[in-house]
């Protein structure tokens, strides 16, 4: 086992046409998961990256409501490293510290506005 940890996170989106309206936006939030910082369209050709911390908490929690035959495409890239600065890590350990997603919910607020 490599003990690899990933240290940056890339979306390209493949959606043509794909209004506000669609939902499935990326949504980037604080710390603390009381603010939500970014509100993504995950549009045609929209590059996102962004650093991976054990606290980088992100995802597209609100529903999809784009017609049936429509998806949400990304291609996702991901960069690792051999290590990674303790700040990067819950509680500064990051020994031992392998896990792959940690699902949070919002503090005092439901949507990302």
């Given amino acids: 086992k490599?003990?690899?940890d990933r240290r940056i996170n890339t979306f390209v989106?493949?959606?043509d046409d794909w209004p506000d309206s669609?939902?499935?936006h990326l949504e980037l939030w604080g710390r603390d998961m009381k603010s939500c910082y970014q509100k993504i369209v995950p549009a045609m050709g929209r590059l996102v990256v962004f650093s991976s911390t054990d606290f980088s908490y992100h995802g597209h929690p609100q529903p999809q409501t784009c017609?049936?035959?429509r998806f949400r495409?990304?291609?996702a890239l991901y960069y690792y490293t051999n290590g990674r600065p303790?700040?990067?890590c819950l509680g500064g350990d990051c020994i031992g510290n392998n896990h792959s997603t940690l699902f949070q919910k919002p503090v005092g607020c439901k949507l990302c506005e």
Avoid: T, V
């Fill in 2 to 4: 490599y003990q690899l």
């Fill in 13 to 15: 989106y493949l959606n």
């Fill in 22 to 24: 669609y939902g499935g």
């Fill in 67 to 69: 017609p049936q035959n």
């Fill in 73 to 75: 495409r990304s291609i």
């Fill in 86 to 88: 303790a700040e990067e």
